[in-house]
Nanobody, 124 residues
Framework: QVQLVESGGGLVQAGGSLRLSCAAS????????MGWFRQAPGKEREFVAA????????YYADSVKGRFTISRDNAKNTVYLQMNSLKPSDTAVYYC?????????????????WGQGTQVTVSS
């Protein structure tokens, strides 16, 4: 059974940093694209970042470009999201997503597999 487990969320002051991790189990995802989405209270889920299976291509929402960095370790079946210069508007539940195709994540806002989410709260 496939499982995606996020960790690393928490409460941080504006300007601070957090690093999210998403560990996948149940199968190997080294040939899959991986990504992150977020959903703030009362808002729709939105794309945050994605990375190709090789790590050679990365994609970011304009709202996080230059502040967030996505990376992956295929040996550990894990994807990371380094979040710097955090703002209160970054407060949301962050979800890990995995799909065979980058376009599904980046353009379709969808994925085959989802994590359960981790809360990120940025105080002003």
């Amino acid at each position: 059974q496939v499982q995606l487990v996020e960790s690393g969320g928490g409460l941080v002051q504006a300007g601070g940093s957090l690093r999210l991790s998403c560990a996948a189990s149940g199968r190997t995802f080294s040939s899959y694209a991986m990504g992150w989405f977020r959903q703030a209270p009362g808002k729709e889920r939105e794309f945050v970042a994605a990375i190709s299976w090789s790590g050679g291509s990365t994609y970011y929402a304009d709202s996080v470009k230059g502040r967030f960095t996505i990376s992956r370790d295929n040996a550990k079946n894990t994807v990371y999201l380094q979040m710097n210069s955090l703002k209160p508007s970054d407060t949301a539940v962050y979800y890990c997503a995995v799909d065979p195709y980058e376009t599904t994540i980046v353009e379709g806002g969808a994925a085959n597999y989802w994590g359960q989410g981790t809360q990120v709260t940025v105080s002003s």
